[in-house]
C-alpha cells in the first residue's frame, strides 16, 4: 500500500479565514480523493482529484469553499475558504494505488477546529 | 446513486465470540466491497475487500460473503479479541466509493 502523509495534523482557526490541507503519497498515482468525517460519523466524499484535469465536486460541496489542486501524481491541497465552526471535522485524503483499481487508502487525517 | 446502509450501529460481544455486521447496496452496477477498521483517532484501515465476481473471503479470523442478487455484503470476524474493538465501515464502490454509516464493535475481555 501506498505510505501517505497530511499537513498540518490538526489545526485550530478562526471563523473567516482559511485553512490549506496538504497531502502527499510516496508513489505515483493517478486518482486521489478528498473526504471529511465529522465526529462518530461516516466518511463523506467532497471530491475526487485527478493530475491534470478539475476535481469532481459531490453533491452539497462547490469548488468555491473547497477549492482543490492537483500539481502532479505525488501531491494535492484542499483548501477549506471562510470557515465556520460547521466546518470543524476530519478531513481525509485517499489514494486508489495503481495496481488497485478501486481500492483506497487513507491519509491519516487533518482535524480542523474552527472557532 | 449508490446508498449504503450499515447495521448494527453498535455491537457488543464477549471475547471469543463471533461478530457479523451486514450492509446493503442499491446500486447493482456495484462491483467492489471493501471493509475499514477504524480505532479511535486514527486513520480507515482497510482489512478486507471482495469484487462482485467472488462470493466470499477469507483471510484469518475475518471473512467477507457477498449475495450480489439480495446485493447485501457481511463482515464475519471470528474469535474476537480486546484489539478487534473498533468502528468498521463497509462500503461499495462503481468508480465512487460510498460508505455505510459505520459500527462501533466493543469486545469485552
Known amino acids: 500500500s501506498a505510505v501517505i502523509s497530511q499537513k498540518p495534523s490538526r489545526d485550530i482557526c478562526q471563523r473567516g479565514t482559511s485553512l490549506t490541507i496538504q497531502c502527499q503519497v510516496d508513489s505515483q498515482v493517478t486518482m486521489m480523493f478528498w473526504y471529511r468525517q465529522q465526529p462518530g460519523q461516516s466518511l463523506t466524499l467532497i471530491a475526487t482529484a485527478n493530475q491534470g484535469s478539475e476535481a469532481t465536486y459531490e453533491s452539497g460541496f462547490v469548488i468555491d469553499k473547497f477549492p482543490i489542486s492537483r500539481p502532479n501524481l505525488t501531491f494535492s491541497t484542499l483548501t477549506v475558504s471562510n470557515m465556520s465552526p460547521e466546518d470543524s471535522s476530519i478531513y481525509l485524503c485517499s489514494v486508489e494505488p495503481p495496481l488497485g483499481p478501486d481500492t483506497q487508502y487513507f491519509g491519516p487525517g487533518t482535524r480542523l477546529t474552527v472557532l | ?109
Open chain 2, 1 to 109: 446513486g449508490e446508498n449504503v446502509e450499515q447495521h448494527p450501529s453498535t455491537l457488543s460481544v464477549q471475547e471469543g465470540d463471533s461478530a457479523v455486521i451486514k450492509c446493503t447496496y442499491s446500486d447493482s452496477a456495484s462491483n467492489y466491497f471493501p471493509w475499514y477498521k477504524q480505532e479511535l483517532g486514527k486513520r480507515p484501515q482497510l482489512i478486507i475487500d471482495i469484487r462482485s465476481n467472488v462470493g466470499e473471503k477469507k483471510d484469518q479470523r475475518i471473512a467477507v460473503t457477498l449475495n450480489k442478487t439480495a446485493k447485501h455484503f457481511s463482515l464475519h470476524i471470528t474469535e474476537t479479541q480486546p484489539e478487534d474493538s473498533a468502528v468498521y465501515f463497509c462500503a461499495a464502490s462503481n468508480n465512487d466509493m460510498r460508505f455505510g454509516a459505520g459500527t462501533r464493535l466493543t469486545v469485552k475481555p
